[in-house]
């Protein structure tokens, strides 16, 4: 079945570091693959996606490339902010019918001033 | 913009008793879905639904119950409570058809059995 593996946290940063979190999946057809963001004491939100091959999401900052060769939608941004603490999860939707989303264990990430 | 609505936000439960936890979406979507939230785990998905009066199964179902009577609502029910249902538990709401499309999830309810 459809799995999401993304890197284990919490990963700690001082502000304007370079981030990468990791994400590689297991699908079988074309899924399309999402970057969640949780806040403290919040919901998910979406905050970016890729729908096909060789796809850029970006959004504040953030980039991910979906490399169907490698399985893989790493989480990139330059420079890192202290409001970019949060949870990052990992999610991808197969393209069964049903529009499940499939998620990653996520990561925390803290940025330090 | 409401968006998905859940109620409550948190709750404490007695082992045994039981609740209903509600879902409640205003942007017309076909496809609800319960899931959990716990330490580690990720969001594993209870129960969904694809359109008013039908549910279905997701990957940790045992213990809840859910309903969709209503295509803005989706009910998701515990009728007897057990620890190890202690966790963060989030709706979400998607259009159908369309693989592409994101899912818009509720805040949160934050349940304790004690």
Known sequence: ?113 | NAGVTQTPKFRVLKTGQSMTLLCAQDMNHEYMYWYRQDPGMGLRLIHYSVGEGTTAKGEVPDGYNVSRLKKQNFLLGLESAAPSQTSVYFCASSYPRNAHTEAFFGQGTRLTVV
């Open chain 1, 1 to 113: 079945g459809n799995s999401v593996t993304q890197m284990e946290g919490p990963v700690t940063l001082s502000e304007e570091a370079f981030l990468t979190i990791n994400c590689t999946y297991t699908a079988t057809g074309y899924p399309s693959l999402f970057w969640y963001v949780q806040y403290p004491g919040e919901g998910l939100q979406l905050l970016l996606k890729a729908t096909k091959a060789d796809d850029k999401g970006s959004n504040k900052g953030f980039e991910a490339t979906y490399r169907k060769e490698t399985t893989s939608f790493h989480l990139e941004k330059g420079s890192v902010q202290v409001s970019d603490s949060a949870v990052y999860f990992c999610a991808l939707r197969g393209s069964s019918n049903t529009g499940k989303l499939i998620f990653g264990q996520g990561t925390t990430l803290q940025v330090k001033p």
